[in-house]
Nanobody, 127 residues
Framework: VQLQAFGGGLVQAGGSLRLSCAASGRTFGSSTMAWFRQAPAKEREFVARISWSSWGDGNTYYADSVKGRFTISRDKAENARVYLQMNSLKPEDTAVYYC?????????????????WGQGTQVTVSS
């Protein structure tokens, strides 16, 4: 599986952005895709995840810092694309955002829980 993230940019505080993650390769069956972010001089941190299987969609889960502001979703018509809608952005949301994939349903919220990573996309929120 290869991942490619899109949609970063510069936005003012209170604004919105939508990130996309396109997966190619063997993406059918059970999967979990997640977004992480890494600010300068900080460790990469979990943002949100979504999982699904052949039986249907699984749960979504969010970091407390983004709950109520960010929404993760997937395009069921295009099994291998996941989105992160980011609303009410704050300067502290500024980071490089990464998408990650694991070929199973997982509740992992750590970097070690995902084997495949895309390149990051920069999100900058100005005050």
């Amino acid at each position: 599986v290869q991942l490619q993230a899109f949609g970063g940019g510069l936005v003012q505080a209170g604004g919105s952005l939508r990130l996309s993650c396109a997966a190619s390769g063997r993406t059918f069956g059970s999967s979990t895709m997640a977004w992480f972010r890494q600010a300068p001089a900080k460790e990469r941190e979990f943002v949100a995840r979504i999982s699904w299987s052949s039986w249907g969609d699984g749960n979504t889960y969010y970091a407390d810092s983004v709950k109520g502001r960010f929404t993760i979703s997937r395009d069921k018509a295009e099994n291998a694309r996941v989105y992160l809608q980011m609303n009410s952005l704050k300067p502290e949301d500024t980071a490089v955002y990464y998408c990650a994939h694991e070929r199973r349903v997982t509740v992992a919220s750590t970097v070690n829980g995902y084997r495949t990573w895309g390149q990051g996309t920069q999100v900058t929120v100005s005050s």
